[in-house]
């Protein structure tokens, strides 16, 4: 019997894929293939940009195993008759964390100290105050000053309950906040809203993380209605996809200094050196990573090596994103 062949990114980590079935022929795909190469199933590089350049060579697939969690990109570039498969899961550690430190970050005014680090200023540690009275409109004398805020006890509305959003909810735990669950579909135990409930919401969040998938419904759902429906100061996590908010409306937002902004995604990607969201006060960019960890490639491949098996054994697929037609 034939094998079947697969078509990895040669790139990847060799020990990471030995985590395929032994039976399975690979066939390594390096970037800057010029000729026709047959395989059955194909695992793109995680980068999109080096996968599409290696698209056109390929014969004969049938299977598309990504080892990303969004796949968006896919079904445009290698038609309906193709099944795609995710690798749902494996990058739930690493984005939570992305998430975790992203929002700790802000609320902790890190940027700001490490600019006065970098400037070796002890004294301009006050402007922390400073940027906390003109963020939250909160202009009560403290003494000692504020100088950071806390993340215990704030309202946290988590924009998409799937494998990440789960992820996040398990790490905010300690911080005892007050957490409104949102998907596409309401369900009971846990309370989880649907995303009509949107604009009723948001003026109730402190924090408010995008988790879930760049869809139709999902393009531009954060709009200037949105934002006026924020709190003042509020800290918007954009840990999904750039196009889930409105860019413009993004930089006006944080431009009149109505919101703060953690992004590791943003639209357009890459974002270009004179784009005006790089000078937007209160915002951390970081250049799509958050999944990107050592553990990144033996991960992604076991939730891969799985899915496999079970198309090889002909059981129903766990992560099937589009099913061929
Ligand atoms: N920054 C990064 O490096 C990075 C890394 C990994 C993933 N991501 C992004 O994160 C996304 C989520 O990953 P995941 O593994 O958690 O996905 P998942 O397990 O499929 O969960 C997606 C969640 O989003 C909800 N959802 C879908 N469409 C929605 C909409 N229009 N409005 C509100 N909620 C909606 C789903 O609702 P239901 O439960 O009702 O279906 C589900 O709760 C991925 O699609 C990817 O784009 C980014």
Redesign the pocket.
Known sequence: MQKIRVGYPAILDVEAKTALPHEVELVALADGLDHEVAVDVWIPDPYQTRARRIWPHLRGVRLVLSL?????WIPATVGPHITIC?A??A??I??AE?TLSAILTLLKHFPLFLDIQRAANWRGRKEASAEYQRLSGDTRPYHPDVMMEELTGKTVLL????????EIERMLAPFHVDLMR????ARAAPL?HP?SALDELLPRAEVVIL?????E??HG?IASAQFALMQQGALLVN???GAIVQTDALVEALNQGKVRAAL??TDPEPLPPEHPLWRCPNLLITP?????SPQFAARAFKVAADELRRYMCGEALHNAVQLAT
């Open positions: 990303m969690a969004g796949t968006e995710n749902h899961g990058h739930n690493s984005t992305w924009v998409g309950y799937g494998a990440i959003g789960q949102m998907a596409r579909s989880v995303v988790i879930l998938p760049l869809t419904e999902s759902l840990a999904a996809r590791d995604v799509h990573v958050a999944a990107s």
